[in-house]
Nanobody, 124 residues
Framework: QVQLVESGGGLVQAGGSLRLSCAAS????????MGWFRQAPGAEREFVAA????????RYADSVKGRFTISRDNAKNTVYLQMNSLKPEDTAVYYC?????????????????WGQGTQVTVSS
């Protein structure tokens, strides 16, 4: 079992920044991916960014490329999502997820464990 705890959400004005954190504990896979997804009201959960723990390769959704950065701290088993130049359309509940690396980063089906989510609200 893997436990994921997100933090760092909040209310910010358009153009501002937030940093989300996700601390992982418990038993993890040998080669795994940590991802961030988001879900706005009435919408499906969508991929935002992911990082492969071994090697650090990353993937981003086109909508956040150049604005968001995913990173990890191996010693703390923590993944971060630095979000800059935030837009009202970034408003959503953001979820951290963990799964065995299988070559894909972007599908919710690739992830087995999910955090409880943290609300990000961007005002115009």
């Amino acid at each position: 079992q893997v436990q994921l705890v997100e933090s760092g959400g909040g209310l910010v004005q358009a153009g501002g920044s937030l940093r989300l954190s996700c601390a992982a504990s418990g038993r993890t896979y040998n080669d795994y991916v940590m991802g961030w997804f988001r879900q706005a009201p009435g919408a499906e959960r969508e991929f935002v960014a992911a990082i492969r723990w071994s090697g650090g390769s990353t993937r981003y959704a086109d909508s956040v490329k150049g604005r968001f950065t995913i990173s990890r701290d191996n010693a703390k088993n923590t993944v971060y999502l630095q979000m800059n130049s935030l837009k009202p359309e970034d408003t959503a509940v953001y979820y951290c997820a963990n799964g065995l690396y299988s070559g894909s980063f972007c599908s919710t089906r690739e992830y087995d464990y999910w955090g409880q989510g943290t609300q990000v609200t961007v005002s115009s």
